[in-house]
């Protein structure tokens, strides 16, 4: 079998130069264009000989050749660097580098360097030289490092901006849209309740579902409003007594029409562990949001199981379903704003806010817990026989606040 060679250069017209005489060489070329992803590729598949350019477009080809040299049996390996100019062959040796040819690659020169690191000969810089040399690429390094971080404090520096302003525009969108719900909602209840004159049954029909229609938009904004508070800082917590048990009972009221219209079973498990110490609003938000994303993606006629535990200072909601599931490398995107698991996009049911099971998370960290999820559920639930092979979300928060300081 011919040796492996990696290629790591991001320059179409030196890998075009640098190929032809390593594959008439008999090597076998695998080709990659920058230096973090090279150095992945040596680690996963380790080559017979690596060849890379000194410029490349993240970590420069010296830094290449210094990190894999660390690494066990790597040291063997012969490492050809190509530079820009020869006043880079002793930083190239001091860092790792076996062989160095200069710009611009003529074959035959290329081809006499390849051969005599095949055949085991290697460049090494005198005591004083390699010293220079390591001097020189220390401070290329720390300069390097110094500017990386530059670069990222400015990004860091520019995404919390955004981010900020982000949050402002959602607070003042949801403040605009829950504007005209309130009198729609309102004038919809004076209907409902026939204050304003009876209603024939095919009136009462269209009234019930413009109700729930604006109770759905209502929810989508508040979800919005309180997202956007949590991530400003701004959305301080009212703690009192809150019956766990009968908040999940009240949640899985809220959501009797949607269950009924997809023919769920939705069982409630209490605990009996009596009160905790939460903000009820907000604690009630995040469950209804775990309950109705698991009520939005079960298969019809499937079930829904809510349970409440309460264990020591700890009160748990988990939440199981019978959904499609979510795969292993979106379970910790889910809880990302406007995030869509890609097997919940499937069929028929179209995505939400993509604000739910976020806010759920802030809520949960807000009270000084937690927002998990497994899928499938690596455990049942003791308390029903159903099997549940979609999503367990579980709601984790201390039974009273964290002492304030």
């Known amino acids: 079998m011919p040796h492996r060679v990696l ?70 390996v012969p490492f050809l660097v190509v530079g820009d100019s020869s006043a880079q062959h002793d930083l190239a040796l001091a860092a790792g580098c076996d062989a160095f040819v200069v ?93 304003a004159g009876p209603l024939t049954p095919q009136q009462r029909k269209i009234v019930e579902s413009l109700q729930g229609s604006v109770a759905r938009m209502s929810r989508t904004v508040e979800n919005l409003s309180d997202f956007a508070s949590l991530a400003l800082g701004q959305a301080p917590l009212f703690p009192s007594e809150v019956d766990p048990d009968a908040l ?35 604690l009630k938000q995040a469950l209804f949001n775990l309950v109705q994303n698991a009520v939005k993606f079960s298969p019809h006629g499937g079930e829904v199981l809510v349970e409440v535990e309460r264990d020591g200072d700890q009160v748990r909601f988990l939440v199981y379903d019978q959904g499609p599931g979510i795969p292993a490398a979106d379970q910790q995107n889910v809880f990302e704003p406007f995030f869509h698991a890609k097997a919940r996009q499937e069929g028929s049911r179209q995505p939400g806010s993509g604000l739910g099971l976020p806010v759920a998370r802030r809520v949960a960290e807000a009270h000084g817990g937690r927002v998990l999820v497994e899928s499938p559920p690596r455990t049942q639930s003791d308390a029903s026989r159903r099997h549940y092979t979609g999503s367990k979300f579980v709601l984790e928060i201390p039974a009273a606040p964290p002492a304030a300081g």
């Not at 076998?28 to 477009?57: F, N, T, W, Y």
């Open 248 to 282: 999940a009972g009240e949640v899985v009221a809220d959501l009797r029409l949607a269950a009924k219209d997809a023919r769920l079973n939705v069982k409630v498990v209490r605990s009996g562990g009596g009160k905790a110490v939460a903000d009820p609003r907000k």
């Open 103 to 195: 710009r611009p690659v003529e074959p035959e020169r290329f081809r006499a360097e390849l051969r005599a690191i095949l055949a085991g000969e290697r460049e090494r810089l005198p005591e004083a030289g390699e010293r220079a040399g390591l001097k020189a690429h220390s401070a290329a390094m720390a300069e390097r490092l110094e500017r990386t971080l530059a670069e990222v404090q400015v990004a860091e520096s520019r995404l919390a901006e955004r981010n900020r302003l982000g949050g402002i525009f959602m607070k003042n969108l949801a403040h605009e849209l829950s504007g005209p719900l309130t009198p729609v909602a309102g004038y919809l209840s004076i209907m409902a309740s026939e204050k």
């Open 7 to 76: 290629l790591i250069e991001n320059d179409s017209a030196l890998r075009a130069a640098v190929r032809p005489v390593l594959e008439a060489e008999g090597l076998s070329v695998d080709e990659v264009d920058s230096g973090l992803a090279g150095i992945r590729r040596a680690l996963a598949s380790p080559p017979d000989l690596v060849v890379a350019g000194v410029r490349l477009p993240d970590i420069d080809g010296c830094e290449v050749a210094t990190r894999l040299k660390a690494e066990k049996g790597f040291a063997q």
